[in-house]
């Protein structure tokens, strides 16, 4: 007996496959991703349901475009039961999609499964009719479409399962793409077993007056699908939901690091550090051991931070932090406060000597260079150690005297430790009082300058002045730069402050300059900290531009140690300034490199001889005069001026006048002055010059 295809239902067909396959591929997505057992199985049954309807379906919808020119009608019971093995087909599909392994073996397994039971839907479907005689099959077109099935379901499964994972880049256009070939398939194994199904002539339908074919596509067609977009934006909406609940979780994860450690480190910081000590503190006092707290910062990280740049000072942090990872024991912490200060929580310390073992173990390991940018860079930490319960029971009291110990190590020469002891935490004190007020003398002007005068070693008259720096706090009352300028230089509270004191020199002469006095050469330290800045000489240079101060009246010192730091870079500021109209001299020579060869590389205008050759002259006469008279000779031999220090005595400016010594400065001639009393010293040396000039001057006749 022969039929006819409608086309329309044909191609409603492959649509409801090509859907529901589409919606197979997104649900083993989302089932995928769910964690929870129970959630997991509902969507499991739910999209069993949900794609079992599609599959059964397209079926039915195959077999309507399928017309015979008998009436037809399908057995309710077996309908439903072809039904209920495509939603048990697509459970299983789902469960072979959705596991962590596929597999060589289990794939073909699952895809003869799978294509029996599609096979099996199909042909049921065909009982539901209840032909009389029975439909006669070809039997190679029905292997053919088992075996089309078969291929089908295992190609289907393997696209499934590697689509399953949401996080791949254009997954539903994959999807998509994925769908349309499994609904071909699908379609095609359909049509390939009904053309293996013959009616023979004069057959009956005996199930003609059951299910009713207009209702039964017209509510096929409807319901599939409703239940299949239903189903997809719950999906694609409990998808989202996760997708929001993961990113809000991931990013609640990534505060809580954040606010625990340190950005660039990855070490525990101060707060976690906290934490740890507080429990380590807990366990202490209840008599489970004691422990130590190393505090330590970087010796001259300062200076590699500002003349190389953060980018090296970052990884020389990064390289550190390793370091004493790799010197730490478990159960212990290394933390990052912050800068270049790190801390190490050392458990299970019996004695003070496991301590010290620790903090010559982190010693030892800074002695081999950094290497950063191909270039070795030789760091060392100053360690101080606090041991609880001996030297405080608190986090805040630990932290504190195992950071005064820091201090008294870097006192003893940098690069040891040191163990806390009390005289250390009045000095702690002493020390973060001497900060604050730093901090606001800066707005409060309670910084000053004293200017210690400079006299020409031929026949005594002023030759200029070096200004230095006061601090008079009304509490801790008048500090002396030899207690608040080498904490300024640690802290970094001496690059401020040294701007500030070209801007005071700039502004006291000019007021000189007002009240009618000759001008004067100004002589202002540079400390090693300022000369690391990159900006160093712009700023300079603007202040003199904001104050209308010429640059020639401006000599800066650099310590002979701060200068040999880095001979290149000094020789090049060096030339920068005197480019700039600034005079440059070098400060305490003899106290650092005492290397004579690299003086003529920097080419600067004077050599201050420091204050310890000068008392040579009298303590050590023969050698000592021998000495000085050298540097003088050499500095001569260069074009350099020479300036004495710590004149005090009539025999030192004696042999040092004897010796052609170009300045000298000291209390023997002049003790630092406040600006009125050097402004004072200044109007008499103006006055003896215009008498001078009026004793030189020709009579005027009289009239």
């Not at 989302?30 to 739910?46: D, E, K, M, P, Y």
């Not at 019996?350 to 173990?361: E, K």
Request: hydrophobic share 50%.
């Amino acid at each position: 007996m022969h039929g006819t295809y409608n086309f329309w239902l044909v191609a409603l067909s492959l649509a409801v496959a090509t859907l529901a396959s589409f919606t197979a591929l997104d649900l083993s997505g989302r089932i995928a991703s769910v964690v929870r057992r129970r959630q997991r199985q509902a969507w499991l049954i739910g999209g069993a349901g949900a794609m079992g309807v599609g599959i059964w379906s397209m079926h039915f919808i195959g077999v309507l475009a399928f017309s015979l020119p008998i009436p037809v009608g399908y057995d309710f019971a077996i309908t439903a039961c072809s039904l209920l093995i495509a939603i048990v087909v697509s459970y299983f599909a789902l469960r072979v999609i959705t596991h962590r392994d596929l597999g060589i073996r289990r794939l073909p397994v699952a895809a003869v499964l799978m294509g029996l039971g599609i096979v099996s839907m199909h042909y049921t479907g065909d009982a539901a009719m209840r032909m009389q005689p029975g439909i006669a099959y070809d039997p190679l077109l029905v292997a053919a479409s088992i075996a089309i099935a078969i291929v089908a379901s295992g190609a289907a499964l393997w696209m499934a399962h590697r689509l399953r994972s949401e996080e791949q880049e254009h997954v539903l256009v994959k999807r998509a793409a994925a769908s349309l070939v499994m609904g071909l398939a699908i379609t095609g194994m359909h049509y390939t077993a009904n053309a293996a199904a013959t009616v023979l002539p004069g057959s009956i339908c005996g199930a003609a007056g059951g299910v009713d074919l207009r209702w039964l596509g017209t509510t096929i067609a409807i319901f599939t699908f409703a239940i299949l977009i239903v189903t997809l934006m719950l999906s694609r909406f409990d998808a989202r939901t996760a997708f929001l609940v993961k990113s809000v979780s991931q990013l609640n994860g990534r505060i809580m690091h954040m606010a625990s450690f340190d950005a660039l480190t990855e070490l525990p910081n101060r707060r976690t550090l906290t934490e740890r000590m507080e429990r380590a503190i807990d366990l202490g006092k209840r008599g489970k051991g004691q422990f130590a707290v190393l505090f330590m910062d970087l010796d001259g990280f300062k200076t590699i931070n500002d003349s190389l740049g953060h980018t090296v000072g970052d990884e020389v942090l990064k390289a550190f932090a390793q370091r004493l990872i790799d010197c730490a024991s478990a159960g212990d912490t290394v933390a990052r406060l912050g800068g270049d200060e790190f801390v190490m929580l050392v458990l299970q310390v019996d004695m003070p000597g496991d301590a010290r073992r620790v903090a010559q173990a982190v010693l030892e390991r800074m002695h081999e260079s950094i290497w950063v940018e191909e270039q070795p860079l030789l760091v060392a930490p100053s360690v101080g150690i606090a041991l609880f319960p001996r030297d405080g029971d608190t986090v805040e009291t630990l932290l504190k005297n195992a950071d005064a110990a820091m201090y008294a190590a870097k006192r003893a020469g940098r690069g040891t430790c040191r163990f806390f002891e009390m005289d250390m935490s009045e000095e702690a004190t002493r020390t973060l009082q001497i900060q604050q007020a730093m901090r606001e003398a800066l707005d409060k002007d309670y910084f000053s300058l004293h200017f210690q005068p400079k006299f020409y070693g031929h026949d005594g008259a002023l030759a200029g002045a070096e200004a230095l720096l006061r601090l008079n706090h009304p509490t801790l009352g008048l500090l002396s730069p030899a207690e608040f300028i080498s904490i300024a230089e640690r802290n970094g509270q001496i690059v401020p402050i040294g701007y500030w004191v070209v801007r005071e020199a700039c502004r006291q002469i000019r007021r000189w300059q007002a009240q009618g006095f000759q001008p004067t050469k100004v002589a202002i330290n540079l400390s090693p900290r300022q000369l690391a800045q990159q900006d160093l000489l712009a700023k300079i240079v603007e202040i003199l531009r904001e104050e209308q101060v010429a640059g020639d009246q401006i000599m800066f010192e650099i310590t002979e140690t701060a200068a040999m730091h880095d001979v290149r870079r000094t020789a090049d500021m060096v030339r920068a300034f005197q480019h700039s109209g600034f005079e440059v001299a070098i400060d305490d020579f003899g106290t650092g490199y005492s290397s004579l060869a690299y003086l003529q590389r920097f080419r600067v205008r004077q050599l201050k001889i420091d204050r310890f050759f000068v008392d040579g002259l009298d303590k050590q006469s023969d050698e000592g005069t021998a000495i000085v008279s050298a540097i003088i000779a050499l500095a001569h031999s260069l074009g350099m001026d020479v300036v004495a220090e710590g004149v005090e005595t009539q025999s030192q400016w004696d042999k040092l006048k004897a010796l052609r010594c170009d300045e000298m400065q000291g209390f023997l001639l002049g003790r630092p002055l406040t600006p009125e009393a050097f402004g004072a010293l200044l109007g008499a040396r103006t006055g003896r010059a215009a008498r001078r000039t009026s004793a030189l001057a020709p009579i005027e006749p009289q009239a």
